[in-house]
């Protein structure tokens, strides 16, 4: 039996009806650009998904730039903003210290361009507090970016009450959208949002796909990051893929539609792995009420790279942050007030709707006697892993 794929924050796999859409999509031929019947029919195609996209975000469809990934958005957000940012003297960032490599080094791209960065903290859970974020922006802010579910630890920003507290504010406000597009959509309608991005491949769409979503001040200020051919876009020249636009928009529109009974099973595997983390003696980083699809796991003693190889015949998992493969600890996790050798413990659990049956026994049968426990926790784990029925 292959291994259970329980890496979906990584990358999620790709929705059955999206496939089937992409697959008819990709048949056909045309360039959206090119004026004759097939290009026209790959324009109508493309608007439709700008359209969809659009909507899902309460925004009107020239407010979408489809490009390649969330990196790509993030990059076109925060580079495209900075000639402006400089012209308005508005040179100072704020962001947060659990964003993802994609934000933290644009960020970082611009603090090198002369721009001054406030980071905002977590607490040990990984929850970033509005109010300090908030106390963080000044007259001359002229960019808060912040995520708004974090990848490793499921983590709920508030990006609602950022966006509350930022009315009547010139900043503009990003919001890195990748881990929460089409799961928690709600916030993510709000109009105070000036830039949101968001990647296909995390929401069940395939790789190479993403966007860029955009209030009409954030779009009438960007400059785009590369040069050729504006046809369709303003802002991302080149030739659009509409099959993979479409498949964007598809894997939305599922994603609302099919939201409740996505929400069920995710919360049958949370399950699942909090009875393994209890019979292990294990402890979970993380907030109780973080996005319910992942739960990052500190193992009592025992490294997860070890840990990863041990149960690699029956469960893929993600370490630190799964989007990288260096064995730096994760800086979500320092900043949570993790040691570098704690952070070094701590296995990444993400699954989604289409996640099958997990062998949890087995991941304990496993793990369990390379666990370091001390004696006072011997028999309460014994209990826990009855309760489980995983054995003793
Ligand atoms: N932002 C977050 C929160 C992510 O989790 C990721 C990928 O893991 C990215 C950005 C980058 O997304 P992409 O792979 O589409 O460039």
Sequence with gaps: MAPVYLDCNASTPIEPEVLQSLVGALREVGNPHADHGHGRAQRERLEAARHAVAAAFGRAAPLVSFTSGATESIDLAHGGLRDHLKRMERRHIVTTAVEHRAVASAVERLRQGGFEVSVVGCDAQGRVDAAELLDRVRADTGLVSMM???????????????????????????????????????????????????????LHAPVGIGALVLSERAAAALTPRLTGAFASDPRRPGTPSAPLAEALAVALRLAARDGDARRAVWERHRQGVLRTVAALGARVVGPDDGLANVVSVELPGLDAEVARMLVADLVEVG??????ASRAPSHVLLAMGRSARQAACVLRFSWCHLTPDVPWEEVVQRLGPHCVVDDSQRGRLASARRVAQVGV
């Design 148 to 202: 708004h579910v974090n990848n490793e630890t499921g983590a709920v920003l508030p990006i609602a009450q950022v966006a509350r507290g930022l009315v009547g504010h010139e900043a503009y406000l990003h919001v890195d959208a990748s881990q929460s597009a089409g799961k928690l959509q709600a916030p993510l309608t709000d109009s105070r949002l000036d830039l949101i991005s968001l990647s296909g491949h995390k």
């Design 319 to 324: 370490t630190g942050s799964a989007c990288h």
